[in-house]
């Protein structure tokens, strides 16, 4: 069933790697098995849908590969950086220079405007506050969110906070975009606009983006598949397929 | 990331605003108790500052404070002007008189007997608000204290003649000067050392105090030392009478015990309030937090938020409280004007407030700190 990503070669390499990746929680009586050896490659200039049932390990599995999470065994490459010899605090620094994220609750600073939200990762790199607001307004002009950059969070709608966030995650121009559930607070609508976007502004030849989903309304807009169950990946599939349910 | 910080925190108007209260209100009750605490103690002080001249204080062995009355026999004054290093020496009375008001009524004063001579002791000329000293040696001539007039005759304008009557004997108000509040909140009555001893009823001995100076260029101490080898009695500067007298009161009253309590109270509640309201308030932010965390801000920038935003809080709250006890402390002076005030705000009191204040704020940011800090960045994906 595990197909290799040997024909798609790309010059560069992968963008992600995981060669026997595993993740256990707890000792003993409490002991879990999220991520069972997992090895993988994907891509850069894709699209990728991580999916599967509730509890299969996904969101554990984004959280090794963008360096929240350490592995219990195994090597994790991500943009050619060795992960698990990585430091602490080199490691908040990758996060901060090549990696955005979206989460499900959007995560947004309710106390701040659209537009300072999405100017955060700026800020955080030592952006100048009025260079940073600058480039932000110009990325949720980008998202169609042009006439909202003065308004708070608990103003907007979630399909449009999410855009906020998309907006937020890519000010940085990481290199990888990773995103949980990104429309699984969203309505069907709103939902595909997200999706649409991601789609639009995120995919480029050198920036990978993994979106974690179980909703099966979104698997069209992947150019590839990875299917897990109980902490495995169990099928690699390419555009237009679907994996079994 | 400062200003990021800092919007969050005031973001929350009513979260921003209960932690605030809560540090004002631990400063407030703090200072302010503080401040009659440390004001009703020096008030057990006043006349040791009010009675100036001199630079020490001779008394009975056994006397502990201001108030504790035990007079020496006559012959200790000359013992004392024949101490090597004593330039002058003069007797002093202190003590409770009873006066008889025209109402009939009885009312304690506190009557002090200047050496008839000097007039030393007396009030700074700048103190005196009506009449001459001078004007004590007449007969039966005493002064009086601002605050003692306004207790006796109310409103009434001050009138030079208003009489008393003290151990049978007649006294008339010749003058009014200022004195420093008092503990025991009495009038105070100035007069000569031979009048005061005819206001008294007989006793055996009437000398209280020895005010003396010592030779220009000497220690005042070691001329302490030298009386009191020579004569037993004790020699106190004005500084050690001054704290020896409020160590009395701290030992041997439930004062600071009580006040202890409200300014810990104080302390206790402003923890709590500020405390809680703060960790709350970054429990609830733990997602937006843990967003940050993700997208790359080290602990040591989060650490450096959570300060700011305490430090914050905590001047503001400082000032508030700090300015509510000195505002409290001022209108209480005007408002009641019929006791003398019992507040004393001074830089201690500030620093003190400060110290409990700074400790409250760490307090509460540590606690949230913790969450912050133990916080897995994975935990914003759930
Ligand atoms: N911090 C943790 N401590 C203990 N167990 C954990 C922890 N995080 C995840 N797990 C367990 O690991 C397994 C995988 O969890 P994970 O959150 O990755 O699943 P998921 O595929 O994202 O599920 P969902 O679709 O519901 O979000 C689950 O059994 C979960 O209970
Ligand atoms: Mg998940």
Redesign the interface.
């Known amino acids: 069933m595990t197909t290799t990503m040997q024909q798609h070669p790309t010059t560069r390499g992968a963008a992600i790697q995981l060669r026997g990746v595993s993740k256990v929680f707890g000792t003993g009586d409490t002991k879990v098995t999220a991520i069972d050896t997992v090895s993988l490659d994907l891509p850069y200039g894709e699209l990728v849908l991580l999916v599967g049932p509730s509890g299969c390990g996904k969101?554990?599995l984004?959280?090794i590969v963008?360096g929240?999470?350490d592995a219990s065994a195994g090597e994790v490459s991500v943009l050619e950086h060795n992960l698990t010899r990585m430091g602490g605090?080199r490691k908040?620094?990758?996060?901060?220079?090549n990696?955005g994220?979206v989460?499900?609750?959007y995560?947004?600073?309710?106390?701040?405007t659209a537009v300072?939200n999405a100017s955060?990762?700026l800020?955080?790199?030592g952006w100048s506050?009025p260079k940073a607001i600058e480039k932000a307004s110009d990325l949720l002009a980008s998202v169609g969110l042009g006439s909202r950059l003065k308004s708070y969070p608990s103003q907007l709608s979630g399909g449009q906070q999410q855009r906020v966030a998309i907006a937020r995650a890519l000010v940085h121009e990481p290199r990888l975009l990773v995103c949980?559930e990104p429309t699984a607070a969203l309505d069907a609508a709103s939902g595909r606009t997200v999706m649409d976007l991601i789609r639009q502004v995120a995919v480029q030849p050198d920036r990978a983006v993994i979106v974690v989903t179980h909703d099966s309304r979104v698997y069209d807009f992947g150019d590839r598949i990875v299917s897990m169950a109980d902490g495995k990946v169990v099928e690699l599939l390419g555009k237009g397929q679907r994996p079994h349910e | 990331m400062n200003w990021v910080a800092l919007r969050m925190l005031t973001g929350d108007r009513a979260k921003y605003l209960g932690i605030i209260f809560g540090v004002a209100f631990a400063a407030l009750l703090m200072s302010q108790q503080l401040s009659i605490f440390c004001g009703l103690m020096r008030n057990t002080t006043s006349q040791i500052r009010d009675i100036e001249g001199g630079d020490i204080w001779v008394m009975d062995k056994n006397v502990q404070f201001v108030d504790d009355v035990k007079p020496m026999s006559e012959n200790k004054l000359l013992r004392v002007r024949g101490v090597e290093g004593v330039q002058w020496a003069v007797r002093l009375y202190k003590g409770i008189a009873r006066a008889r008001l025209s109402d009939g009524n009885f009312q304690q004063m506190i009557l002090i007997g200047l050496d008839d001579a000097t007039l030393v002791g007396a009030p700074r000329p700048d103190r005196i608000l009506h009449g001459e000293l001078g004007d004590l040696r007449q007969p039966n001539a005493v002064f009086i204290d601002e605050f003692g007039w306004r207790y006796l005759f109310g409103n009434e304008p001050f009138q030079v003649g208003r009489t008393l009557e003290m151990n049978d004997k007649r006294a008339v108000i010749v003058g009014m000067c200022k004195c420093n509040p008092t503990f025991q909140t009495f009038p105070i009555l100035y007069c000569t050392y031979s009048q005061a001893v005819q206001f008294l009823p007989q006793e055996r001995k009437t000398l209280t105090f020895i005010l003396a100076k010592g030779n220009d260029g000497a220690f005042p101490e070691s001329v302490c030392a030298a009386i009191h080898e020579q004569t037993g009695l004790k020699a106190l500067t004005n500084d050690q009478f001054f704290w020896s007298t409020i160590q009395y009161y701290m030992q041997r009253t439930g004062i600071p015990i009580n006040f202890g309590i409200t300014v810990m109270l104080g302390f206790v509640v402003g923890c709590a309030i500020a405390g809680q309201t703060f960790y709350l308030f970054t429990l609830e932010n733990l997602k937006q937090w843990g967003a940050l965390k993700a997208m790359g801000v080290s602990n040591i920038r989060l650490v450096g938020m959570i300060l700011l935003q305490a430090l914050v809080v905590g001047l503001i709250g400082y000032g508030l409280g700090i300015g509510g006890a000195a505002l409290f402390g001022y209108t209480f002076e005007r408002v009641v004007t019929s006791t003398p005030p019992a507040f004393y705000f001074g830089w201690q009191i500030m620093g003190i407030t400060a110290g409990a204040v700074t400790v409250i704020a760490l307090a509460a940011s540590l606690l949230s700190m913790r969450r912050v800090l133990f916080l897995e960045a994975g935990v914003v994906f759930r």
């Open positions: 969101t554990t984004i959280s963008a929240l999470l605090n908040v620094r990758f996060r901060g220079a990696i994220f989460f499900q609750q995560n947004l600073l309710p106390a701040l300072e955060v990762p800020l955080i790199a506050r949980d």
